[in-house]
């Protein structure tokens, strides 16, 4: 019934189920990107912190050696 109709005159409502599937699938793959790109930022995050450590530790001795000599 519905393939007869023309583009015109396609039904006001479209079916609930079709609307909840196509609603659940771009929720899914919104997630799914903002994941990845949360877990992207983490990598970053991670290598930031592990930076910053190592120059507070070079600080450190560096102050520490400067400051015996």
Same mark, same amino acid.
């Given at each position: ?25 771009? +929720? ?15 990598? +970053? ?17 560096? @102050?520490?050696?400067? @400051?015996?000599?």
């Amino acid at each position: 019934m519905r393939d007869e109709l023309s583009p015109r005159q396609k039904p006001q409502r479209p079916d609930r189920r079709l609307q909840k599937r196509n609603t659940d699938t771009g +929720m899914r793959q919104c997630v799914q990107k903002c994941r990845r790109r949360f877990e992207k930022y983490q990598q +970053m995050l991670q290598r930031i912190q592990l930076q910053m450590s190592i120059l507070l530790l070079v600080l450190v001795e560096g @102050g520490e050696v400067a @400051g015996e000599g």
